[in-house]
């Protein structure tokens, strides 16, 4: 602790901006920025949402929620120019969003209705995109 003070006037956290109150209730399992974009940033939360927000300039805020999932969403990735994310969610679906207006571009469900748990765009090639599954699940 820095000098004569008290434990919770260390950790006051002043000037913190909370971007992720919408999430109150529910985990959020991965956060992450977009591709050379410091200022861009996703989560995905286990309500079954994703939202993305700008941190600069002016306070932060949120862009988009992106709904459509009617389970959590367990991973999601940007595509490497940032105008598509994937989204793989408990309830066996696949989902392509259009990050800039909220707008769900494609939904592909598991044939199996197996949760899927991760997915990622190809690096090289942003229209393959990988998604796995736990085998023993349903939604």
């Given amino acids: 602790m820095a000098g004569d003070t008290t434990l919770s006037e260390n950790y006051a956290f002043a000037?913190?901006?909370?971007v992720f109150d919408q999430h109150i209730d529910s985990a959020v399992p991965k956060v992450q920025f977009a591709h050379d974009d410091r200022?861009?940033?996703a989560c995905?939360?286990?309500d079954g949402t994703i939202s993305v927000c700008r941190l600069a300039p002016g306070p932060p805020a949120v862009l988009q929620v992106l709904r459509g999932h009617v389970g959590g969403v367990a991973d999601f990735a940007w595509s490497l120019s940032n105008d598509v994310l994937v989204s793989a969610s408990l309830d066996g679906t696949l989902r392509l969003w259009a990050p800039a207006d909220g707008r769900c571009i494609r939904r592909v469900a598991d044939p199996d209705g197996a949760a899927l748990l991760c997915c990622a765009f190809q690096p090289l090639n942003n229209n393959l995109t990988v998604v796995s599954g736990s085998p023993n699940s349903s939604p």
Wanted: charged fraction near 0%.
């Fill in 15 to 18: 000037g913190v901006f909370h």
């Fill in 39 to 41: 200022h861009l940033l």
């Fill in 44 to 46: 995905c939360s286990l």
